[in-house]
């Protein structure tokens, strides 16, 4: 029976990646991501489709078109024959023009900020009608959340858009020809946007993946007693990609327990948890724990902790990560974790990991009694949060992997050697030092997937399943 055990850190784990090549999407691959709409709204027969983003809320539009609305709301909006307009504010018109490919655009100045010109502005609802909605149009809104019965009225005409652009909507067309689809777009299992399909995306995740734990392991090799929250970030030498998730350094349990919160200058102590958390659009790194050389240094009245609560909880990690493959059922994967850590001195309380995408949570098949299957193409975080609060104790150990099969997996060592070169090696390593027994299906997406440090002062030692 394996056991979780301590050994010395492997060099792989703490070796930065230098990236060669940067994946971009071209124009193509963002139309055949359109076809895929169209197929849905032709088998739905509806007439058009009208995707919503704003800041928050980019990653739909940024999906069809690589445009993500900055300051302001944005419409796309695209018809079952495939002509696409993007409508947008004052200055989102300039932006726009990085869609690479041709499309309609429309300025909607209500879309700006508050204070700004407005003299060419006209209603919404004749803006739509330009486009070629009617009060014969059947539409399908696509805005951020999808709905479902059991927590709602009808899910098929409860909308999270704002209601100005709704009833404009409701101007032109009847309201039971206008319903919810944003389930075609992030529903599993078979949402356009929950696999990926492509090798250059595989590359692109890595990429972004790598990105996020190159930071996370600078911060690592720099955190130390006496630096504050602020000056830790300093170390990060990150660039200026956009994110996802605001970037989270707390230290002490005051701290740690607000969990979403952002650094100040805080002082790190010996002895008390941290957390650190940096997202890049495509990749999430994390990690919490507590900051020690060894057992010495854990605090009073955290004796057996290591043993009790963070041991247990990486042997879940472990078991996640043992349970994947395509095909495999998410609710099995929940059960065997929750039967590890799932008592009330673990915590827990979201889902035992997700999907991911542009945005940092698309979606999760991971519930208890959840039927649903991993799909070929999965994009996934190891997310499990464990808690205590006699002591305060937090362990995360987060990091994206994607989820293929045979034929996506010879696409990305056909097209992208030094990526697929990388994949192999973590795999062999995570089978081979961590004791973790991944199926091929599974990608390590970074050279730290499932690497815990008991001592997070000491980067020299890691947890193994053995």
Known sequence: MKKVDIVNANPFFLEEVNYSTVPVLDSDEYLQRIDLLLERLRSRRLTHAIIYGDREHFANIE????????????????????????????????????????INRILYQNF??????????????????????????????????????????????????????????????SKENVINITKELTGLPD????????????????YAAGKTANAELRMLKNLKPGISELELTETARVDFSPISVFPMINFGSEHVSLALRSPNYRILKLGEPYSICYAIRGALTSRAGIAAYDRGSYPEGHEGMLENFYMPYWEAIAVWYEGLYV????????????????????????????????DEWTNSPFYKGSELRISDGSHLQCDIIASSSNPFMSAICEDGIIIAGNELRREVKAEYPEVWARIKKRQKLMRSILGIDISDDVLPLSNINAVYWPFMLDTGKVLVFR
């Open 63 to 102: 999906y069809f078109t690589g445009y993500d609305p900055r300051f302001e709301e944005a419409l796309l909006i695209i018809d079952k024959e495939g002509k696409i307009t993007i409508i947008v504010g004052n200055e989102g018109w300039s932006y726009s023009f990085k869609i690479p490919y041709e």
């Open 112 to 173: 700006s900020l508050q204070g700004q010109p407005r003299e060419k502005l006209k209603p919404l609802s004749k803006v739509l009608s330009e486009v070629g909605l009617s009060s014969s149009t059947k539409i399908g809104i696509i805005g951020y959340k999808y709905f479902e019965s059991n927590h709602t009225g009808d899910p098929d005409y409860m909308f999270d858009i704002p209601a100005y652009i709704l009833n404009s909507v409701y101007e032109i067309a």
């Open 191 to 206: 949402g356009i946007r929950m696999v990926l399909r492509s090798a250059k995306e595989v590359a692109a995740a890595e």
């Open 327 to 358: 095909g495999a059922v998410a609710g099995d994967i929940y059960r065997k974790v929750t039967e590890l850590i799932g008592g009330p001195e673990f915590g827990l309380y979201l889902n035992t990991g997700h999907n991911i995408g542009q």
